[in-house]
């Protein structure tokens, strides 16, 4: 089994930073790419940013140039450093992680617990 656990959200004024990490455990193969999306109170989740097995990355207009996704292969952990946060960022926030666990199982994605970042203005 995979598990994708989430640290780092919280309360921040805006202009503030906060980094958010997102460590995957288990029986893991291989990892693809690693995505962060994020959910504010009644509204569809969306996508953030994402990095890929290559470190190529992706991120949504609304976080270009404020946010910075990053990966550690070694720890199989993807993070995200938020910087310049407003209050629109307020959401939360969840990883997700393509990755084949075995070699009898094709690639599926997983999905983190979320973890709630709040900007105050």
């Known amino acids: 089994q995979v598990q994708l656990v989430e640290s780092g959200g919280g309360l921040v004024q805006a202009g503030g930073s906060l980094r958010l990490s997102c460590a995957a455990s288990g029986s893991i193969l291989r990892i693809n790419y690693m995505e962060w999306y994020r959910q504010a109170p009644g509204k569809q989740r969306e996508w953030v940013a994402t990095i890929t097995s290559g470190d190529n990355t992706g991120y949504a207009d609304s976080v270009k140039g404020r946010f910075t996704i990053s990966r550690d292969n070694a720890k199989n952990t993807v993070y995200l450093q938020m910087n310049s946060l407003k209050p629109e960022d307020t959401a939360v926030y969840y990883c997700?992680?393509?990755?084949?666990?075995?070699?009898?199982?094709?690639?599926?994605?997983?999905w983190g617990q979320g973890t709630q970042v709040t900007v105050s203005s």
């Open positions: 997700k992680v393509n990755l084949v666990p075995d070699p009898e199982n094709f690639m599926r994605d997983y």
